[in-house]
């Protein structure tokens, strides 16, 4: 279950361990997408969230680029290399392979890493999160964005209407530019594939989110830039800076679950609602009503029709 702790007063802050960050007793953007499908999501996502981070067994590459990127000086403490080899029981012998996960001693090799509270990381990671890191600082675009400025402030604030304490942890911000960097790994940062992801993923939403946090301290509005790399081979980097109607659509979502946070606050847990309550008139999804709108259309008129035959 979530450490729950008192969070500061409102302010921005900096040097903010990441865990102690995310202990905050806050309503977050992370917290949207479990409670935009109810009420006792959320509360599963708050009891079992956090044990799943501590526990996670495969470090996403997004972990590394971020840390290489952001706060370098942490990698040490935050990562630990895989041995060259581990132990194999073959037989009565035991010998050694090339390191993998398949065996006993793998595992094990694993979780002691895991235990010690660094996240395990082979040297084909490495350099690859370093060549993405360099193809960040190469691209004129993401080196002004995301690398001049204050990185990773961590924001708390109190919403008006709700009285709900908030709170977001920013990138980078660059006063003088009035600007917001969001950095993103995405296995393809090609901009018709990485803006759909970026709908997808709700990111739209955390953007409306860190405006109205930087809003309420500078009272004024900063752009906010998505920074996609490619962890791999040709590591691509795309820079979109989303414009007033998505990021007002997304600050509309974050405005919506944040109320009905506020409501769970004053109920007890077994109030909780899941789903709609009620029966629900429906098609089935449009894409599929059409489809079959035109095979039906397609048989009428005498067309050739493929069959599968």
């Not at 990021?247 to 007890?268: C, D, P, Q, V, W």
Request: proline share 4%.
């Amino acid at each position: 279950m979530f450490e729950r702790e008192e969070p500061p007063l409102d302010g921005i802050y900096l040097n903010i361990p990441e865990e102690e960050y995310h202990n905050w007793d806050c309503f977050s953007y992370s917290m949207v997408k479990p409670l935009n499908r109810s009420m006792k999501h959320l509360d599963l996502w708050m009891k079992e969230g956090s044990q799943k981070l501590k526990n996670k067994k495969n470090v996403t590459s997004g972990n590394l680029v971020e840390c290489l990127a952001l706060e370098p000086e942490l990698f040490n403490s935050k990562f630990e290399f895989y041995p060259e080899t581990c132990k194999k029981k073959v037989k009565k012998e035991t010998m050694d392979i090339p390191f993998t996960l398949s065996t006993d001693d793998g595992k094990e090799i694993r979780d002691k890493i895991l235990n010690s509270g660094k996240l395990p990381i082979t040297k084909e990671m490495y350099e690859n999160a370093k060549k993405a890191v360099s193809a960040l600082e190469d691209n004129e675009f993401s080196f002004e964005l995301l690398f001049k400025g204050t990185r990773q402030l961590s924001i708390v604030w109190t919403d008006k209407s709700t009285n709900v304490k908030c709170k977001c942890r920013l990138d980078n911000l660059n006063e003088i530019g009035n600007s917001i960097a969001d950095l993103k790994t995405t296995f393809d940062a090609y901009y018709p594939v990485f803006i759909k992801t970026i709908g997808n993923m709700g990111w739209h939403v955390q953007g409306g989110s860190y405006q109205q946090a930087t809003e309420y301290f500078y009272n004024d509005v900063f752009s906010y830039t998505i920074i996609g790399v490619e962890p791999e081979y040709p590591f691509g980097v795309t820079c979109i800076t989303l414009r007033e109607d998505s990021l007002t659509t997304g600050l509309n979502e974050f405005r919506k679950a944040l109320n009905t946070y506020s409501l769970m606050l004053k109920i007890k847990p077994e109030e909780y609602t899941c789903y709609n309550v009620g029966i629900i008139d429906s098609d089935i999804p449009a894409y599929m009503l059409k489809a079959n709108y035109e095979e039906e259309k397609s048989i009428d008129t005498g067309d050739d029709y493929e069959y599968g035959y």
